[in-house]
């Protein structure tokens, strides 16, 4: 069984920075696809950051690019999410996501999220 469990999040205030994790079990980061979404309420969900499936290219959202950093620990199969210089926009529920392949696959995993609150 597949788990993706997200952990990190919490209230800063603007200019702080948070670094969001996620652990997987029962799967394997590497050869497929896998990122972080997030949803702010009463928006939809975004693409925050991505990795390619053998980890030769990241995404960034033109919102995040320059404050946040995508990385892997591939010893602890867990994915991670740098979060610098955090905005009030930047509020939401993060989800991390992992796919079968490709990222343009789509993604067939989904954590239960973590919420990360700024104030300003």
């Known amino acids: 069984q597949v788990q993706l469990v997200e952990s990190g999040g919490g209230s800063v205030q603007a200019g702080g920075s948070l670094r969001l994790s996620c652990a997987a079990s029962?799967?394997?980061?590497?050869?497929?696809?896998r990122g972080w979404f997030r949803q702010a309420p009463g928006k939809e969900r975004e693409k925050v950051a991505f990795?390619?499936?053998?980890?030769?290219?990241?995404y960034l959202a033109d919102s995040v690019k320059g404050r946040f950093t995508i990385s892997q620990d591939y010893a602890k199969n867990t994915l991670y999410l740098q979060m610098n210089s955090l905005k009030p926009e930047d509020t939401g529920m993060y989800y991390c996501?992992?796919?079968?392949?490709?990222?343009?696959?789509?993604?067939?995993?989904w954590g239960r999220g973590t919420q990360v609150t700024v104030s300003s």
């Open positions: 990795i390619s499936p053998f980890g030769g290219n990241t």
């Open positions: 996501a992992a796919g079968l392949g490709g990222c343009a696959d789509g993604f067939s995993y």
């Open positions: 029962g799967y394997t980061f590497n050869g497929n696809c």
